[in-house]
């Protein structure tokens, strides 16, 4: 579970941090920059997948190695970061806070690890800091390289690069590492090119202990999962945020993910959610030609079924957004980019009551939306984790919580919270 998420100089944040709770969401108009947060989240998971930086950033081809038998998702390829690293580096250019056009993440994790499970907290109670790990990473996003790192774990230092003066024209990077035995602390060296994170892991000076927490981080990381909104075609751009996984032709790489779904212990549970969602529509799969399409079969009327190439935009959308998930493992955090897109408020309600329920059942969500009648469907306790992310005039975006004045709470309960943001009151106040 993400704890912690603190921005400098990524993209439109000069500056922002979110405290991250089970259930978390982002409220803005278009271009406020929701969709930046996400990506910073998908670098993260990028790290998890022992990517390169600029592999993170500008994409790779061929597969990503799985995550275990347990990982239901395939990694085809890994798709970079919208605009690339010449993008990031022109954003991060004009940021006031930073130098040398130096972008800075830093990502808080609950507790990590089977052997520490027996001591995780109730869902809607995080995790503290000193439960889990606290990892920052500084890299330049033009050159590709990373500028400065550091890992500390339930409060001890694992890896830091600083106070160590690194060569910029080096292509080594070194950091300090704290074996957590009596003795120095070794300045060990790794390539500029990608995070120390992934190849601290396999050094030989790396003890067993820290070898297993590095992993169980980077195991941590590469599970966030982020699910775009379509830029254009029938359905998402991914489906999976960190594997690049493109659904050009309507239904078929859908129908691959529901096909992997069904054949799983909750297939029911998806089935009767579809149906209930669609009113008697029931899904099926259909073989055209040997390619597996997802197709909705009406229970009311008897003929053939209709295949996603007929489907609504909205159908396909709200079945893959469904199916992903269902297929969210307990360990993820899953995001969801404009969860109403190309629905009605009745489907994107059910989206949203589902993500309620899965946070319950362990797995972190967050959706980002443009509709103000999405946040009437929180519950008071989640509007500690909502945000509302706006562009200011200088072009820069902010993020604030709505539980920022201590009496807005009072105030929903006298006046729906989708009608304030309707008559624009609430984001003037914040």
């Not at 603190?6 to 922002?16: G, I, M, P, Q, V």
Request: with cysteine; glycine share 10%.
């Amino acid at each position: 579970m993400l704890t912690r998420l603190r921005l400098a100089a990524w993209k439109s944040f000069a500056n922002a941090e979110l405290r991250l709770g089970r259930r978390n969401a982002l409220f803005g108009g278009c271009g406020a920059g929701k969709s930046n947060l996400l990506d910073a989240l998908r670098v993260l998971s990028g790290i998890g997948h022992e990517l390169s930086i600029d592999e993170i950033l500008n994409g790779r081809l061929g597969a990503l190695p799985r995550l275990g038998d347990s990982d239901p998702y395939e990694m085809r390829s890994w798709e970079g970061i919208r605009g690339g690293s010449r993008l990031v580096a022109r954003m991060a250019s004009r940021a006031p806070t930073t130098s040398a056009s130096a972008v800075e993440l830093q990502v808080g994790l609950g507790i990590l690890g089977k052997a520490r499970a027996a001591r995780r907290k109730p869902a809607h109670e995080p995790p503290s800091e000193n439960e889990g790990a606290a990892y920052r990473i500084v890299f330049h996003p033009e050159h590709e390289a990373v500028l400065g790192e550091s890992l500390l774990f339930e409060g001890k230092e694992v890896f830091d690069s600083a106070p160590i003066a690194n060569d910029p024209e080096s292509p080594f990077f070194e950091v300090r590492y704290f074996p957590g035995t009596k003795g120095g602390r070794p300045h060990l060296k790794f390539e500029k090119s990608r995070p120390v994170l992934s190849q601290l892991a396999r050094h030989p000076e790396c003890s067993s202990r820290h070898r297993a927490v590095l992993r169980d981080v980077l195991a941590s990381l590469s599970r966030v999962r982020v699910f775009d909104a379509p830029e254009s075609g029938p359905g998402p751009r991914r489906l999976s945020g960190s594997g690049g996984r493109a659904t050009g032709d309507p239904g078929r790489d859908l129908a691959s993910s529901v096909a992997s779904l069904l054949s799983k212990p909750k297939a029911g549970d998806f089935r009767g959610f579809v149906a209930k969602a669609l009113r008697g529509q029931s899904l099926v799969l259909t073989n055209t030609m040997g390619e597996l399409k997802v197709a909705l079969q009406d229970d009311t009327q008897s003929g053939g079924a209709f295949e996603a190439s007929v489907l609504a935009k909205g159908a396909l959308r709200f079945l893959a957004v469904a199916a992903a998930i269902f297929q969210a493992g307990p360990a993820d955090l899953l995001a969801i980019d404009d969860i109403e897109s190309d629905l009605p408020p009745s489907l994107a309600r059910r989206l949203v009551e589902l993500l309620h329920v899965t946070s319950e059942a362990g797995t972190q969500v967050l959706f980002t939306t443009r509709v103000p009648i999405a946040l009437a469907w929180l519950a008071e306790e989640d509007y500690k984790t909502t945000w509302l992310v706006k562009r200011e005039e200088g072009g820069g975006s902010t993020v604030t919580s709505l539980d920022t004045d201590p009496g807005f709470a009072a105030l929903v309960a006298r006046q729906p919270i989708g009608g304030l943001f309707a008559d624009g009151w609430l984001e003037g106040a914040l």
